[in-house]
């Protein structure tokens, strides 16, 4: 199993080009670059807050998937909406990465 702590998503994009792909492995990073030739311009994102319009456009794709989320009578709305969009970064961080799942 890989450490996912480890997993950096980069942003991938040929110069002039409007495509992008879409990394989540430093060798995935290195293959798109390769495929890409000297015009890559590599882009990281630590959250979307750190998207503009248009490339919030492009990241939105076919592959994109919901999951909806259900807040029941006495759950603790307070508390959840502190943890999820608190000061608390370093503990959203690793419930994320204790929690992601891998689907292929």
Known sequence: MRDKRKEKR???RRGGDT??????S????LKAI???GDNAVITRFKGLGEINQEEFADFIGENM???QVKIHPGDPVDRLLEFYMGKNTPDR????I???REEV
Do not use: H, S, W
């Open 65 to 67: 998937r919901l999951d």
């Open 93 to 96: 961080q690793n419930f994320i």
């Open 98 to 100: 204790d929690n992601l």
């Open 10 to 12: 980069v942003k991938t």
């Open 34 to 36: 390769a495929k890409l």
């Open 19 to 24: 495509g992008a792909t879409y990394c989540y």
């Open 26 to 29: 430093e060798e995935e990073r």
